[in-house]
């Protein structure tokens, strides 16, 4: 293993050179793409220290997005659960009502400097196919979303946000004709015009360097939740910090930056569904190693090797894979990732919008549902000044139907 670094190292760096974190990542694609690859690598490697790159993201960041996001301190509900101080990193205010436009910004002023002016993206839950048709409003470029079939059924308003917001939305009408499908599709787009087309991935998955290159434009949240708990509590780092976890961006985004402090206990919340021995989408508790996306990593899989259908009743963390640190990360012990079921996420919606008026996404809502036990857990080790920080990744209202059908 050509990485040295442990991962409660301060100078834990990873993935190294191609792209491993530990024995995952890399680049797992056709042939045809390797030179395409490549060409982004030394792209983002140029332009992700260059002054000028950096303060157009921050710019847009600033004047498009709406950051910084406030570091709310949840005083009612702290005084229900009875434990450490909980302050929300608000991502759920963030234009279009969630964290994912960090990083679509980040990727099209990539495909802009490197002169590619058609972009491709596939979406699963469709917030990620919105994200992306949102920046390519903002600098007019042809946006092309794959989506399975069955997706487009399911989430339908996403479907008509995209295309009112000019993209065209392929349908993807293969195999199961959801999200991996719908990969399959936008990556054989990338092969047949690997010269003028950038593909924007959604999460930190895919091929290397994806994962590190996500997961660097979603950092922002983490560096701001560090300056603002200073200011607030007068520390540099909270006790834990909590997260759910499909993909793992918005959990590696708020995770990344407290990676060298070890006395962060930080926890990945994934979908358990209808628990971890019923259909679920739980992938680092139950998958098995094998390639995805074009990456290592864990996936669930049955004997055969075939992507098994993920299921939480939130559409984003549907997902039967995860992206290649985190498996890193679970391995090495850094960072724990309990399943949530879909009752428990819910019982995390209610508790979140009573006490704080602010109803989440379901998907955050698995961040929630660990909250009760970790803040305790965290007065118990640390006394009633200790803090503990939760993502909040996006708002609820898309999934009110859902929320009003189970609840
Ligand atoms: C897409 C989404 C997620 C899951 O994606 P990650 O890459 O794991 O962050 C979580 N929360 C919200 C609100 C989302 O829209």
């Known amino acids: 293993m050509p990485e040295t670094a442990t991962t409660t190292d301060a100078t834990y760096t990873a993935p190294d050179a191609n792209g491993h974190f530990g024995s995952y990542g890399g680049a797992f694609v056709p042939e045809i793409l390797h030179p395409v690859l490549r060409e982004l690598r030394e792209a983002y490697a140029h332009y992700k220290d260059e002054p000028e790159f950096d303060e157009e993201v921050r710019s847009l ?29 608000r991502e759920d205010l963030l234009h279009t009502g969630a964290h994912k436009l960090n990083n679509t910004i980040g990727q099209i002023l990539l495909a802009r400097r490197m002169g590619k002016d058609r972009i491709i993206a596939e979406t699963g839950a ?32 996403n479907v008509e946000r995209m295309r009112l917001l000019g993209a065209e939305v392929r349908p993807a009408t293969s195999g199961s004709q959801t999200l991996k499908d719908a990969t399959n599709e936008a990556i054989r787009d990338w092969v047949s015009n690997p010269a003028d087309t950038f ?18 434009f979603h950092r922002v949240i983490g560096e701001e939740t560090r300056e603002q708990l200073l200011e607030k509590e007068g520390r540099k780092a909270p006790d834990a910090i909590a997260a759910c976890v499909g993909g793992g961006s918005n959990a590696l985004g708020i995770f990344f930056p407290f990676i ?52 939480s009743l939130s559409a984003g963390l549907d997902y039967p ?58 007065a118990d080790a640390h006394g009633d000044d200790a803090v503990v920080i939760f993502n909040c990744s996006g708002r609820g209202d898309k999934d009110m139907d859902t929320i009003a059908a189970n609840i």
């Not at 406030?70 to 009875?82: F, S």
């Not at 498996?327 to 019982?347: I, M």
Request: charged residues 20%; proline residues 6%.
């Open 126 to 157: 469709g917030q990620h196919g919105v994200a992306t048709a949102t920046v390519c409003a903002k600098f007019g470029m042809d946006c092309i979303v794959y989506m399975g079939t069955e997706d487009m059924e399911r989430q339908r308003l």
């Open 260 to 311: 060298g402090d070890p006395g962060v206990e930080m926890v990945g919340a994934e979908a358990a569904g209808e628990g971890l021995d019923g259909r679920n989408a739980a992938t680092l508790s139950n998958g098995t190693p094998g390639v995805l996306h074009g990456a290592m990593s864990v996936m669930l899989q049955d004997d055969a090797g075939q992507v098994e259908i993920a299921h």
């Open 321 to 378: 894979g995860v992206g290649p640190e985190h498996a890193h990360l679970r391995d090495t012990g850094r960072v724990s990732y309990p399943g949530v079921t879909d009752e428990e996420a819910l019982e995390g919606v209610k508790l979140l919008s009573e006490t704080e008026g602010i109803i989440p996404a379901l998907e955050t809502a698995h961040a929630v549902a660990i909250l009760p036990d970790l803040a305790r857990r965290m």
């Open 61 to 89: 960041l600033r004047e498009y997005a709406g950051r910084p996001t406030p570091l709310t301190y949840c005083n009612r509900l702290t005084d229900e659960i009875g434990g450490a101080r909980i302050y929300a990193k």
């Open 199 to 216: 593909y924007i991935i959604g999460s930190v998955v895919g091929p290397h360097p994806y994962p590190m290159m996500v997961r660097d």
